[in-house]
């Protein structure tokens, strides 16, 4: 059975750093580009970052700030949050591809399989 779990999500203080994890069961993760998603209240569900075959994408308002990365011997993707803002308080998502082109990772029809989320909340 296919599957993903994020974990990790909690509550930091603005400026700090967090780690999130996505562990896969049912396929190899070198054979998948795996993307994570955030959806805040209220709004859309939008783009944060895509690993695959080395390539790594981040969203402009993420840039700089997070680093997505790759355990293949853990089947695990990670995206490690630094300089937090209250903006960045949301539902975070990560989602298996499904053959896409490296421009459009960011859409989330592109995503076949998706993890139930964990929430991270930035507030002082």
């Known amino acids: 059975e296919v599957r993903l779990q994020a974990f990790g999500g909690g509550m930091v203080q603005p400026g700090g750093f967090w780690r999130l994890s996505c562990a896969a069961f049912?396929?190899?993760?070198?054979?998948?580009?795996i993307g994570w998603f955030r959806q805040a209240p209220g709004k859309e569900r939008e783009e944060v970052s895509y690993?695959?075959?080395?390539?790594?994408f981040y969203a402009n308002s993420v840039k700089g700030r997070f680093t997505i990365s790759r355990d293949n011997a853990k089947n695990t993707v990670y995206l490690q949050m630094t300089s937090l803002k209250p903006e960045d308080r949301a539902v975070y998502y990560c989602?298996?591809?499904?053959?896409?082109?490296?421009?459009?990772?960011?859409?989330?029809?592109?995503?076949?399989?998706w993890g139930q989320g964990t929430q991270v909340t930035v507030s002082s």
């Open positions: 049912g396929f190899a993760l070198d054979d998948y580009g």
């Open positions: 989602a298996r591809a499904a053959r896409l082109i490296f421009s459009e990772w960011g859409v989330p029809s592109n995503y076949g399989y």
């Open positions: 690993i695959n075959v080395g390539r790594k």
